[in-house]
């Protein structure tokens, strides 16, 4: 096991070393089995509930308009217009007993329009040609005579020899945090790097509207998922198309945070719709055959120095708490040369990202051992197939493996604050902000925010004994293994902070987040500043400040 | 399923024996699991424990063993009846012998000293056992044993546990309620321990029914408060695992912590008075682990905070009643518990 956060270079592949062996991902009769199942589920469920295929597409067609009655609804629209009114016709002409047919062709077209693009022959290319974009990319396509080493900035860390291990033994989700819309692409890297083989994926819509991301994301692996859809039958469909993947062996990987961290703070709530399609699956699986390969859930996270899009996120944070209005603020993503600026700031900076592995679980949460045997907490082994079984027979049971989802991902969210890692900016950043908030310690976050107005100056005499304390409790931390700290950060401490921190948080991001003269550090952007200082929020680090949610505060006898 | 059910019962105090003969009375095979081997033998031989349940001709179905093992072999539930101090390590004992199959029931009503975990959270931290809930109510061990009408409450996350335990303990004397809050029945189970201290104190104060009345309403709302800010369902206060164990506890000055904060208010000493009780009072941790909840999560608690000082920093009992009585008032209910007319 690593556990001093250093990269394990001995561990990763040459590039193309593997090629991927099976194909599964998408693919049209991955459709036709998810068509017949989601069709299996609602005639099963019309057995109790007693809902007619009329209910089902009256109840499809009231989403699909309300959904086109939103500005945000994403591309097509007029395409999405048509085909509502073709389903409408249909359904007025349609006979009766005939009805249920076009629920099974609306669930079809989902599932064809859900299904990969993945082409084995494509994936090749694409996995070859991703560091050399990349460093492209970094470069601004220009000629370097330093070239970029895309490795040097992306380090694989943790448990990479268990993930491959695991890849090798069983399939593998892959559960990381979700930081930026790189986080694919950087995935994506990873896997190839480490010589896995293809993994699914449920990308959202807006990933694939930008050309160069969306063409690696549709030859990755990559299933398309529109989270603009809110029809059941549609959610129905995307979750049952992951099950049918992952009871077909195939690896996969999704963000159980369902979408990117908007305070920039690690994850500390899952949705468990995904996730509980792991357990699910493994029923499945163990249900068609007793020699099923076994699961096992990786988490994984992404800590990045700088995040592209850290200034709508933020904003987005602070107007959903904030307020009663949702401001819908720009998407970096689709403005190319944003995006295009902040890589290449990454790659003119001395910066890495590290993508951190955890240790493989059993989908019921229970470490595994380099056999890919299931471990109770005192490293004995354990049969976890009787975690599904009543009276020595494996059986379905929706409320049991509810729950075993809802401790598996207590379990991942206990991963990930353990495997994140302390960056120079985040340090930099919590110290300034603890700083500024004991100024006025009586002001809630966003009357901070605004107190503070677009300059608030901090002394290095001030500074310096708040990042030495910081640095004290993040290496106790650390030392029980309940951080990772970059290795800037134990080899440079305060200075190191001073100066990785400083550089990092003055690049990119304009107007900078601060300035630094020779006495005193300039925070220019409080907002952002507070993004990248919720990195480190959760841990009970000293200058802890409560991050907005809804709460009554009782006091004395009464409540007030 | 009508075939028997095999329930292991570990822990052989007053509660364990009084459950073991109810679940072997309702025709189920009972392993009764027991450190004292003449306790065991008193039992097999002679279907009697007379230490733990005078008079009580315990059900021929149970069989008391002194080895875990034994016990737990062939169970598909098992019961863990011992107090919540000692939880820790018997589960321990009982990791190596764990299945992921088992079903497992805490039927401790406290909270872990140091750490301030359930007992179900211990209970998975050290087994592979997934499948757990939780026995509490208004369950007064020897009432239940001679057969008087009871009801107690199962509360799980799983249907299976729910479903087996209600098969093992439910007949026409006691009735099995359900409830999948897990979190708030345990907290509720440790708290109400608290508040039976000070009931026991009000008493002996002779302040009157209204002051204890109070005492214990004021208190049940601070509970309240503990339970939805951990993330419980305050409405499980309302239910048998809180108001209904919160009656019995505070109404019966027989309770270890009746007795104890009567002793306090005599003006005795914590260490004098736990010799007199003789047995475990599980308020004076539970008090400690209300504070540090109450800090975690930023909530106030006056009465279980006076509790506790008189229990750990040694005020006087009547300056923290008349500490309590200074302290300003506002709506009597939550805001999250008004209805539309007093919002």
Excluded at chain 1, 177 to 187: F, M, Q, R, Y
Excluded at chain 1, 368 to 385: K, M, N, Q, Y
Excluded at chain 1, 488 to 508: I, P
Aim: aromatic share 6%; glycine share 8%.
């Amino acid at each position: 096991m690593d556990t001093l956060g250093t990269t394990q270079r001995a561990n990763i592949h040459a590039p193309g070393q593997h090629a991927p062996k099976r194909h599964v991902i998408g693919g049209s009769a991955v459709a036709r089995e998810v068509t017949q199942r989601v069709m299996q589920a609602l005639d099963g469920a019309a057995a109790h509930s007693g809902r007619t295929p009329d209910d089902v597409l009256v109840e499809t067609l009231y989403h699909r308009q309300q959904r086109l009655a939103d500005p945000n609804c994403g591309p097509n629209a007029d395409q999405e217009r048509e085909r509502i009114k073709e389903l409408r016709r249909a359904f007025a002409h349609a006979r009766a007993g005939s009805r249920s047919s076009l629920v099974e062709q609306v669930v079809n077209d989902y599932a064809a329009e859900i299904a990969g693009h993945f082409d084995p022959r494509v994936y090749g290319f694409a996995t070859s040609v991703i560091p050399s974009a990349l460093a492209a990319l970094l470069h601004g396509g220009k000629p370097s005579t330093h070239l970029f080493d895309v490795d040097e900035r992306i380090l694989l860390e943790g448990e990479v020899s268990a993930l491959q291990r695991a890849a090798r033994q069983g399939t593998v989700v892959l559960v990381p945090t979700h930081v930026s819309n790189l986080d694919s692409l950087v995935l994506g890297y990873a896997i190839y790097r480490l010589g896995l083989p293809p993994f699914a994926y449920g990308a959202g819509l807006n990933l694939f509207s930008n050309p160069v991301i969306g063409f690696f994301m549709r030859h990755l692996g990559a299933f398309t998922v529109d989270r603009t859809k809110l029809d059941p039958l549609y959610l129905a469909t995307v979750k049952e198309y992951a099950s049918v993947l992952l009871e077909q062996s195939q690896h996969m990987l999704f963000f159980p945070g369902g979408t990117r961290s908007r305070s920039g703070a690690v994850e500390s709530h899952l949705k468990l719709g995904f996730l509980g399609r792991v357990v699910s699956a493994y029923v499945n699986r163990h249900i068609a055959s007793s020699q099923s390969r076994p699961m096992f859930v990786v988490p994984c996270t992404l800590s990045y120095p700088l995040v592209l899009e850290a200034e709508s996120l933020i904003e987005q944070y602070l107007s959903k708490r904030g307020g009663p209005h949702f401001v819908d603020v720009r998407d970096e993503l689709e403005e190319p040369t944003r995006w295009l600026s902040f890589l290449r700031g990454l790659g003119s900076l001395d910066v890495e990202v590290h993508v951190r592995f955890g240790q493989p679980l059993d989908p019921f949460g229970n470490l595994i051992d380099e056999h890919g045997v299931s471990r109770d907490t005192h490293g004995r082994a354990l049969d976890a197939t009787r975690y599904v079984q009543a009276d020595g027979v494996v059986v379905r049971d929706a409320a049991r493996d509810a729950e075993y989802t809802r401790s598996l991902s207590e379990q991942l969210l206990s991963a990930y604050k353990h495997e994140a890692v302390a960056l120079p900016s985040s340090v930099l950043a919590f110290a300034l902000f603890s700083c500024l908030h004991r100024r006025f310690p009586r002001l809630d976050l966003f009357h901070l925010l605004r107190v503070l107005g677009p300059t608030a100056s901090v002394s290095l005499a001030e500074l310096d004994p708040e990042i030495d304390r910081l640095l004290v409790a993040l290496e106790r931390l650390a030392a029980s293994c309940q951080i990772q700290l970059a290795p800037e950060l134990r080899s440079g401490g305060r200075s190191a902070v001073l100066e990785h921190g400083v550089a990092t948080l003055t690049e990119y991001h304009r107007p900078a987040v601060l300035r630094r003269s020779a006495a005193a550090i300039e925070v220019t952007q409080p907002s952002l500043l507070l993004y990248y200082r919720n990195h480190l929020e959760g841990y009970g680090l000293p200058g802890a400040i409560e991050l907005p949610q809804a709460r009554e505060r009782n006091a004395g006898w009464g409540s007030t | 399923m009508s075939h028997s059910l095999r329930v292991a019962v570990l822990g052989a105090g007053n509660w364990g024996v009084a459950l073991a003969h109810v679940v072997a009375c309702n025709g189920h095979h009972v392993q009764l699991w027991t450190r004292d081997a003449q306790q065991a033998e008193e039992i097999n031989a002679e279907h009697r424990s007379e230490r733990q349940q005078p008079g009580l001709a315990i059900a021929p179905g149970v069989h008391a063993c002194v080895g875990l093992a034994d016990a737990i072999e062939h169970a598909d539930v098992l019961f863990i009846v011992v107090p919540s101090q000692a939880f820790r390590d018997v589960c321990r004992s009982l990791a190596p012998l764990a299945r992921p199959d088992h079903a497992a029931v805490s039927c401790a009503k406290g909270l872990e000293t140091r750490t301030h975990l359930r007992m179900t959270q211990v209970l998975m931290q050290e087994t592979c056992i997934r499948q757990v809930g939780v026995l509490s109510g208004p369950n007064i061990a020897n009432e239940i044993a001679q057969g008087q009408p009871a009801g107690t409450v199962i509360a799980t996350r799983f249907p299976r546990v729910a479903s087996a335990v209600t098969r093992a303990l439910s007949c026409r004397r006691l009735r099995v309620f359900e409830s999948s809050d897990v979190c708030g029945v345990e907290l509720l189970g440790a708290l109400k321990n608290v508040l039976a201290i000070g009931a026991g104190m009000a008493e002996q104060l002779a302040v009157g029914d209204n002051a204890k009345a109070l005492l214990v309403t004021r208190g049940l709302s601070e509970m309240m408060r503990i339970v939805l800010a951990v993330g419980a369902e305050p409405a499980t206060t309302a239910g048998l695992a809180g108001i209904g164990d919160l009656m019995v506890t505070c109404a019966s000055p027989l309770s270890r912590n009746h007795r104890l904060g009567a002793a306090l208010a005599r003006g005795e000493s914590l260490a004098a008075a736990l010799r007199q009780i003789g047995m475990v009072a599980e308020g004076v941790y539970a008090s400690r682990s209300a504070c540090e909840l109450a800090g975690r999560y930023d909530i106030e608690i006056p009465v279980f905070a006076h509790i506790d000082k008189v229990l750990h920093e040694n005020m006087p009992v009547g300056e923290a009643l008349d500490a309590l009585m200074g302290l300003p008032t506002g709506h009597d209910l939550p805001h999250f518990a008004r209805g539309p007319l007093t919002r």
